[in-house]
């Protein structure tokens, strides 16, 4: 399931992965209809997340299981830029922003869904706000939900082949087992690099 899922670019990623995806919710009425127009096979919800239920995912899916939920909640307030780059001078309080509450909304339906591992995306400045704190926060909400490994790492796209110096908080969550942390394009160069001069 694809939440947040804009015109479809972490769509077009899983099923790339060959993974089927069952159902997308987006808020925004021309992302909603560029991604049908991109996967008319795929549902589309368009509707807030707010006034999204497991009870209405699954009207729509039926009983199928759900093995993963994406999602890149909307992101600025965890951005530098705008509000929060004038942090000191603007009584910026993060716990209040309501901007950042669609990261718990996300959770939310994790925790409704019960997947068996999670992706979740955001910008690098997920990571200092409130001084790590609110990471740790949302970590912390996972864990109670029994995703217990959970991996993040900021992540430059130009490292995977990516023409765009673009780097994003990726996390993964799962229930069991370990998730191994996929080599970097410029690492396996490197690493090639090293392996010819040392033979």
Same mark, same amino acid.
């Given at each position: 399931?694809?939440?947040?899922?804009?015109?479809?670019?972490?769509?077009?990623?899983?099923?790339?992965?060959?993974?089927?995806?069952?159902?997308?919710?987006?808020?925004?009425?021309?992302?909603?209809?560029?991604?049908?127009?991109?996967?008319?096979?795929?549902?589309?919800?368009?509707?807030?997340?707010?006034?999204?239920?497991?009870?209405?995912?699954?009207?729509?899916?039926?009983?199928?299981?759900?093995?993963?939920?994406?999602?890149?909640?909307?992101?600025?307030?965890?951005?530098?830029?705008?509000?929060?780059?004038?942090?000191?001078?603007?009584?910026?309080?993060?716990?209040?922003?309501?901007?950042?509450?669609?990261?718990?909304?996300?959770?939310?339906?994790?925790?409704?869904?019960?997947?068996?591992? %999670?992706?979740?995306?955001?910008?690098?400045? %997920?990571?200092?706000?409130?001084?790590?704190?609110?990471?740790?926060?949302?970590?912390?909400? %996972?864990?109670?939900?029994?995703?217990?490994?959970?991996?993040?790492?900021?992540?430059?796209?130009?490292?995977?082949?990516?023409?765009?110096?673009?780097?994003?908080?990726?996390?993964?969550?799962?229930?069991?087992?370990?998730?191994?942390?996929?080599?970097?394009?410029?690492?396996?160069?490197?690493?090639?690099?090293?392996?010819?001069?040392?033979?």
């Amino acid at each position: 399931i694809d939440l947040f899922s804009g015109a479809g670019g972490l769509t077009i990623a899983l099923k790339e992965s060959g993974f089927n995806v069952v159902l997308a919710n987006e808020i925004n009425k021309r992302f909603a209809e560029t991604h049908s127009y991109n996967f008319p096979e795929i549902p589309m919800i368009e509707q807030d997340i707010k006034e999204l239920t497991a009870e209405k995912i699954h009207e729509i899916i039926g009983d199928k299981e759900v093995d993963l939920v994406v999602g890149g909640p909307p992101c600025q307030g965890f951005s530098i830029f705008g509000k929060r780059r004038f942090v000191n001078t603007q009584g910026y309080e993060p716990k209040t922003d309501p901007r950042n509450h669609l990261v718990y909304e996300y959770i939310r339906i994790v925790k409704e869904l019960r997947p068996k591992f %999670f992706f979740m995306e955001n910008v690098k400045g %997920f990571t200092n706000l409130d001084n790590g704190l609110f990471l740790e926060e949302v970590k912390k909400q %996972f864990a109670e939900l029994g995703y217990n490994n959970i991996w993040w790492k900021i992540v430059c796209a130009a490292d995977y082949g990516v023409p765009q110096n673009r780097r994003r908080v990726v996390f993964v969550g799962l229930k069991e087992g370990e998730f191994e942390y996929p080599h970097d394009t410029l690492a396996t160069i490197c690493q090639r690099i090293a392996e010819l001069y040392s033979g």
